[in-house]
């Protein structure tokens, strides 16, 4: 006798449940051992190893250069950075990622075990940003920068998607880009800022101690470029 398909009436309506078409991205083969790859593969995506002349990682139309705090401070050292950053001029969208940066300290004005002076490095940070015009994102650890870059990538999908229309920058995300363009400083931080200060003019007015509660040792960085001559 056949057996019929038994039905419970008792279940809650089935869903059907849309798997999230997998990210591409594009990776220097130097790359393939670090971790960050085993972290975008759990991300779910798609990587193509290649041999990049220009950058680590390219998301979208997105280059991006990868850099340890060790790696980053010697090819400071080595100028090896400077003509890196000059090839990634050929990309309309670039980005460097400095990763590591809790676990190991980019300048110590203590020991200056780098062999570098922290204002050096302040300077040529700075000079990334507004000579070379390549935003810089420092991260916690190898998971965070795959994060990014699937921040990155998603960021990218929505835009393309959205081609025929231009969004219109509201006043708080005004005030957020401008204090994220401080060193140092993400997007968590400046609403944290801008959220207990209300203007930008009040941070920069405000007492060294406040700052610190929120900044921590990044405040003496923020205090040196705002009061620095041209």
Do not use: C, W
């Not at 994060?147 to 005004?174: F, G, P």
């Not at 060294?208 to 470029?225: H, M, N």
């Amino acid at each position: 006798m056949k057996s019929k398909e038994i039905y419970d009436i008792f279940s809650t309506k089935k869903t059907t449940h849309r798997e999230e078409p997998p990210h591409k991205v594009i990776v220097d083969y130097r790359e393939k051992n670090s971790l960050v790859v085993a972290k975008l593969m759990k991300l779910n995506f798609e990587i193509k190893f290649r041999e990049l002349k220009v950058a680590d990682y390219i998301v979208q139309n997105v280059a991006i250069e990868r850099k340890t705090v060790s790696d980053f401070l010697s090819s400071m050292i080595n100028k090896r950075l400077v003509k890196q950053l000059e090839e990634m001029q050929q990309y309309k969208n670039k980005l460097l990622l400095i990763e590591g940066i809790e676990e190991q300290e980019l300048y110590s004005n203590k020991d200056f075990t780098s062999g570098i002076n922290p204002n050096a490095i302040r300077g040529f940070l700075l000079s990334i940003t507004l000579k070379h015009k390549i935003p810089i994102i420092f991260t916690k650890n190898e998971e965070d920068t795959a994060k990014y870059i699937y921040l990155i990538s998603k960021k990218q999908d929505r835009e393309m998607s959205l081609v025929t229309k231009k969004k219109a920058t509201t006043k708080k995300e005004q005030l957020q880009f401008i204090v994220e363009g401080f060193p140092g400083i993400g997007p968590k931080t400046a609403r944290k800022l801008l959220e207990k200060f209300g203007t930008i003019q009040n941070i920069i007015n405000s007492p060294k101690e406040d700052l610190q509660k929120i900044l921590g040792k990044k405040s003496e960085i923020f205090l040196d470029l705002i009061g620095r001559e041209y």
